[in-house]
């Protein structure tokens, strides 16, 4: 945060003007970007005598990141070298900064003569920019500079989202080179979650629980980690509309409705795992008598008018009778909407 404030001052200060005066303003209402990209990345760096050279350039005298190198071709964003892709190029230079002074007097022959002297040949990759030590604004910036484009992946609720807002990083879930797939599977955003999150992964371990470690549910159904309009990261605009994707016939509306306990389902649930059957904040009889006097039924068969006739029994389990306890369209016997049927 610190990072883009000063940045976005600089800019406010002097280069708006700037520009202004040699442009006229009609310029800043373009979707280009700001300044040139090769700008932002050599104030990342802060190394304004390095130019860019292009991969090819980069690794001409090298074999070290042939792996790496084919894995991103074979990438979405390293397809995006394509010219008529229409698209902003990716390529090495994009993320790690231009690369002319790492590779400085670096040629195949060179490298091959150490070779015979047995010394590895690395290029001055501190001239880089050194990516894992950038705070972590700083790294997303890398990615956002991109990925705020309306060309890419909408990422436009980043920046205050919880994530960004705690120092997590792009980086913090997406690794660039691990494979040529750069998508995150749902299977694996257990794992990637529960690395920073282990209270929830407990949650998920609990008797009763949404069953993701069995790969039927993903933190993603109902969360999205880059942020959004909603609380808790939720993808959908409240906790009742995230759940009856999944549960409909809980939506209603009903005739006889739970009256407004019903709109947010965590009234009586926890989302992701409880020790109580059906994911209840509380067993029965406790969870109904936070809000309800228990009740006996004065004939022993059940059924008869509520009452505190001496002799009849209370009942734990009220869902027992009172099984249309999310809302129906069916009347109780005496006519109101009891949720006995
Ligand atoms: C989209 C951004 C991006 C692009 C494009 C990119 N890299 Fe990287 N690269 C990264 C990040 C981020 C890391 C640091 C990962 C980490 O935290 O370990 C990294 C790390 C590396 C490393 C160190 C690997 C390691 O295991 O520590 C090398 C070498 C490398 N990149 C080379 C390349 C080459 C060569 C290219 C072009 C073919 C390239 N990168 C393109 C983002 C990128
Ligand atoms: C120079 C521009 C640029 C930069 C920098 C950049 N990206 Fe991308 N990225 C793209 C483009 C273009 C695409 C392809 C269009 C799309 O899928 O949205 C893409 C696609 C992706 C995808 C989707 C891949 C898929 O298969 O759908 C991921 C994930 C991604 N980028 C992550 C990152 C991360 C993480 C960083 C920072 C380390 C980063 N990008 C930096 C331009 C960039
Ligand atoms: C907390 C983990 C996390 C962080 C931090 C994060 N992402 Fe993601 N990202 C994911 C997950 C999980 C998905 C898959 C989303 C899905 O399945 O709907 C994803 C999907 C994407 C995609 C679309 C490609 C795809 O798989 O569909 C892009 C592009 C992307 N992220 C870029 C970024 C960038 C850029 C940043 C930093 C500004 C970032 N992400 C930060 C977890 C994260
Ligand atoms: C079935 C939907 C659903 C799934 C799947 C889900 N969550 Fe949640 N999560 C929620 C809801 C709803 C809330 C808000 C609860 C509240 O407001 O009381 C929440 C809250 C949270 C919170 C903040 C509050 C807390 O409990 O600490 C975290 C962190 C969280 N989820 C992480 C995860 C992770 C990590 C995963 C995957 C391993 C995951 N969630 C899977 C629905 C879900
Ligand atoms: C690198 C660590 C890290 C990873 C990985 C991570 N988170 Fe978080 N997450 C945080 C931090 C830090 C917070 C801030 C609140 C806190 O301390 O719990 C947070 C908060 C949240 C919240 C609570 C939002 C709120 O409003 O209270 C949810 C939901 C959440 N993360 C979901 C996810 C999901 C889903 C994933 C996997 C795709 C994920 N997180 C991966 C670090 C992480
Ligand atoms: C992505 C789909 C999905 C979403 C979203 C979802 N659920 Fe579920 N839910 C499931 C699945 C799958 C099961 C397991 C059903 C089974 O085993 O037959 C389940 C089971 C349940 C159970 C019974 C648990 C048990 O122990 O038997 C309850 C209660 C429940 N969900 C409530 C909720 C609530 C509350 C929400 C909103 C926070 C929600 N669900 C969101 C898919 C979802
Ligand atoms: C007033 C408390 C209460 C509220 C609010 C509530 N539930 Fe329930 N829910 C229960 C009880 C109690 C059970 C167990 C029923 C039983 O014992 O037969 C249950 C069971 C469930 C089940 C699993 C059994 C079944 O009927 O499919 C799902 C799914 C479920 N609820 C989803 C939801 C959703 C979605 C919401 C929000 C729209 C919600 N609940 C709101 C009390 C509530
Ligand atoms: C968060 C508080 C809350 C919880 C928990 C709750 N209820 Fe309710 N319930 C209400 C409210 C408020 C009403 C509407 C009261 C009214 O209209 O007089 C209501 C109405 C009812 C009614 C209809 C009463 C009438 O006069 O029409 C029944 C039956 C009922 N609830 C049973 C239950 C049962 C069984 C449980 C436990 C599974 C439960 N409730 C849990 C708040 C709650
Ligand atoms: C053996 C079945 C049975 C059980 C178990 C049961 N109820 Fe009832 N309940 C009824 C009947 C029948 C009525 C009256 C229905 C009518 O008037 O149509 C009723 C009425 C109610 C009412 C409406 C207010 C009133 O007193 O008229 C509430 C609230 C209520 N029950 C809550 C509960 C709670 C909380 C529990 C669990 C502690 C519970 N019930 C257990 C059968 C039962």
New binding site residues.
């Given amino acids: 945060m610190f990072f883009r404030g000063r940045f976005l001052n600089t800019f406010s200060l002097f280069i708006i003007p700037l520009l202004c005066s040699m442009s006229g303003c009609s310029t800043l209402k373009g979707s280009k970007p700001i300044l040139p990209?090769k700008k932002y990345e050599k104030m990342i760096v802060g190394r304004f005598d390095a130019d860019y050279v292009g991969t090819t350039n980069c690794l001409a005298a090298c074999h070290a990141h042939d792996r790496l190198r084919k894995y991103f071709d074979a990438?979405?964003?390293g397809?995006?070298l394509k010219k008529e892709?229409g698209?902003?190029?990716?390529?090495c230079e994009?993320?790690h900064g231009p690369g002319s002074l790492a590779i400085k007097g670096l040629t195949r022959k060179l490298v091959e003569e150490n070779a015979k002297k047995g010394i590895k040949t690395t290029c001055d990759y501190k001239t880089l920019i050194d990516?894992k030590a950038l705070p972590a604004p700083a790294?997303?910036l890398?990615?956002?500079?991109?990925?705020t484009?309306n060309?890419?992946?909408n990422l436009h609720n980043w920046n205050a989202s919880i994530h960004a807002v705690n120092g997590v990083s792009?980086?913090d879930?997406?690794?660039?080179h691990k494979s040529p797939?750069?998508?995150?599977r749902p299977i694996d955003t257990g794992r990637l979650c529960f690395r920073c999150h282990q209270t929830t992964q407990v949650e998920f371990s609990l008797p009763s629980h949404h069953p993701l470690n069995e790969g039927r549910v993903f933190c993603t159904d109902c969360h999205d980690p880059h942020g959004g309009s909603s609380a808790m990261l939720l993808r959908k605009k409240s906790i009742k509309a995230t759940c009856v994707q999944c549960h409909p016939e809980k939506r209603g509306p009903f005739v006889f409705e739970h009256a407004d306990v019903a709109a947010d389902c965590m009234n009586c649930h926890t989302p992701h795992g409880s020790v109580n059957n059906n994911l209840l904040v509380a067993r029965q009889p406790f969870l109904c008598l936070q809000c309800h006097v228990g009740h006996r039924i004065n004939s022993p068969a059940g059924g008869g008018k509520a009452s505190a006739a001496i002799g009849s029994a209370f009942y734990s389990k009220c869902t027992d009778c009172h099984s249309g306890i999310h809302g129906t369209d069916t009347p109780s016997y005496s006519g109101q909407g009891r949720f006995t049927q």
Wanted: with cysteine.
């Fill in positions: 990209i990438s979405t964003m397809a995006q892709s698209l902003p190029l990716v390529d994009s993320c990516l790294q997303s890398i990615c956002l500079k991109c990925h484009a060309a890419t992946f792009c980086f879930c997406h690794t660039v797939d750069l998508k995150v």
